[in-house]
């Protein structure tokens, strides 16, 4: 019962913007579950604005740093989209080797180690390793999304997951919602994308078997 009298409180003491940037988050992670460009222009709105209440209500400058990053990788990834594909055309789903994989853990584990270690020797930030792994994977997995790489979202279930927990300890009950939303989505795009690049990839092994035939006679 107390959770829940926090999540309301929280929720009535939300601004305008921040209602408006949720919506429009939630908009985009839909849209780019369906593998839709459009979701680009609803996260270049929703960062938009998330950066202007860090700075403007919150204070938050290197959090609205981090939402400028992803207003300008929200345009590269509208373009990388739309004409990064074959002839300059849509771009496939694609997926990550193994040992690309093995690079981005290893560099993103060093790396949410390094920020931890900073913010917890040097500043009052809490859950500090908590928050630098979901701060490094967030950025790793918008690599991944940009360039259309069906392994984002495995990324983005675990840093939602992640993100769940981390919001709840911290008091943070509607945004730990919101993740539990993100997760959900995040699983359901994972399971989606997967469908349609067993298709392509099965539609592509089709083609070159009709053509190894046809070379035949």
């Known amino acids: 019962m107390e959770a829940l009298n926090t999540l309301y409180e929280q929720a009535v003491a939300l601004s305008w913007i921040d209602w408006v940037a949720t919506l429009t988050a939630l ?6 579950a369906r593998g839709n460009i ?14 202007y209440a860090s700075y403007a209500f919150y204070e938050l400058y290197l959090d609205a740093l981090l939402q400028v990053f992803y207003v300008v990788m929200a345009v590269v990834g509208w373009y990388e989209w739309a ?23 290893l560099g993103g584990g060093a790396a949410a180690l390094g920020f931890g ?3 917890d020797a040097y500043t ?4 500090t390793y908590w928050d630098a792994g979901t701060t490094v994977f967030s950025v790793l997995a918008t690599f991944l999304l940009v360039r259309k790489v069906l392994d984002n979202w495995a990324y983005w279930v675990v840093v939602d997951a992640v993100y769940v927990g ?3 300890s911290r008091g943070a009950y509607l945004f ?8 959900a989505i995040a699983a359901v795009a994972l399971h989606d994308w ?22 035949q006679y």
């Open 38 to 51: 459009w979701c680009w222009l609803w996260g270049i709105i929703s960062c938009s604005l998330w950066a």
């Open 176 to 183: 730990a919602l919101l993740m539990v939303i993100y997760t």
């Open 83 to 105: 004409y990064s594909g074959k002839g300059g055309g849509e771009a496939p789903i694609r997926r990550l080797a193994w040992r690309e994989h093995v690079w981005v853990l």
């Open 166 to 168: 981390l919001y709840a």
């Open 117 to 119: 270690y900073f913010f």
């Open 194 to 215: 997967w469908r349609d690049y067993q298709l392509r990839v099965n539609s592509g092994l089709s083609h070159e078997q009709n053509g190894a035939s046809g070379r």
């Open 124 to 127: 009052p930030a809490a859950a």
């Open 27 to 32: 908009v985009y992670v839909f849209l780019a």
